[in-house]
Nanobody, 122 residues
Framework: VQLQASGGGLVQAGGSLRLSCAASGRTFSSNAMGWFRQAPGKEREFVAVISSSGSSTRYADFVKGRFSVSRDNTKNTVYLQMDSLKPVDTAVYYC????????????????WGQGTLVTVSS
């Protein structure tokens, strides 16, 4: 199983980026998928999760109203649209897929991508 994240880069504060994460090796249409991030010197933190069907989403408070998670099960891909970016959003963003749950991601029971770096300049 492989999760390949892409779309990171350098953007000015207030700008937008769209991250993609394509899964291969198995289908995740019955599993929750989502995003975490890790800033330099900090622990990895939850950003967003989307249920297997896409009917339910949940966000960390610090991204509500700015980020949007979606998925395309025909492409086995999850997306993260990031708007109104702030310098504090600078981090490596990791996509993740639950090994078993259609609703949530447990870190110890998940697949992880390699991460994509997002840098927001002020």
């Amino acid at each position: 199983v492989q999760l390949q994240a892409s779309g990171g880069g350098l953007v000015q504060a207030g700008g937008s980026l769209r991250l993609s994460c394509a899964a291969s090796g198995r289908t995740f249409s019955s599993n929750a998928m989502g995003w975490f991030r890790q800033a330099p010197g900090k622990e990895r933190e939850f950003v967003a999760v989307i249920s297997s069907s896409g009917s339910s989403t949940r966000y960390a408070d610090f991204v509500k109203g700015r980020f949007s998670v979606s998925r395309d099960n025909t492409k086995n891909t999850v997306y993260l649209q990031m708007d109104s970016l702030k310098p504090v959003d600078t981090a490596v963003y990791y996509c993740s897929a639950s090994r078993s749950s259609p609703w949530y991601i447990e870190r110890q029971n998940a697949y992880w991508g390699q991460g994509t770096l997002v840098t927001v300049s002020s």
